[in-house]
């Protein structure tokens, strides 16, 4: 399927704006600026696995496309929401569990590429994966 396979994120846009908005400290943005992301993502009908991979942790997350999950993200930050497809494109909706803000995640494949854009508060970032 279209997500199907290992990304390993080759570039970003705006994405100090963005943690910084996510309340990240300049420390951590340093270090998320050079996190090595991998993704390997699997689908089996409406179920995704997602193996992701970086400098700081590896983890594992089952979801199906409509189901609500909890993630927490790579600063410990914990959101809960769901992706949905649109069209070609994933559209996942989260909370965070902290303040209720929401965090809008859209993945999708522009030219052979991966392109996930985040949207929060106002503030888009994108990081850009290239299959291996
Ligand atoms: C600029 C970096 C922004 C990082 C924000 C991470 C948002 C992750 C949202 C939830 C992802 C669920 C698991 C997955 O499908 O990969």
């Known amino acids: 399927m279209a997500f199907d396979g290992t990304w390993k994120v080759d570039r970003s846009e705006n994405s100090d ?3 910084e908005k996510m309340g990240l400290d300049t420390m951590k943005r ?3 600026a050079h996190d090595n992301l991998k ?3 699997t689908q089996e009908g409406t179920k995704f696995t997602v193996k992701e991979s970086s400098s700081f942790r590896k983890s594992e997350i089952v979801f199906e496309l409509g189901v609500t ?3 927490k993200l790579g600063d410990g930050t914990e959101v809960s929401g769901s992706w949905n497809a649109e069209g070609n494109k ?3 909706k989260f909370k965070r569990l902290d303040n209720g803000n929401e965090l809008t995640v859209i993945r999708e494949i522009i030219g052979g590429e991966m392109v996930q854009t985040y949207i929060y508060e ?3 970032a994108k990081r850009i994966f290239k299959k291996e």
């Open 30 to 32: 340093k270090l998320a």
């Open 69 to 71: 999950f909890n993630y």
């Open 122 to 124: 106002g503030v888009e």
């Open 17 to 19: 704006e963005f943690l």
């Open 90 to 92: 994933h559209v996942g």
């Open 39 to 41: 993704l390997t993502i």
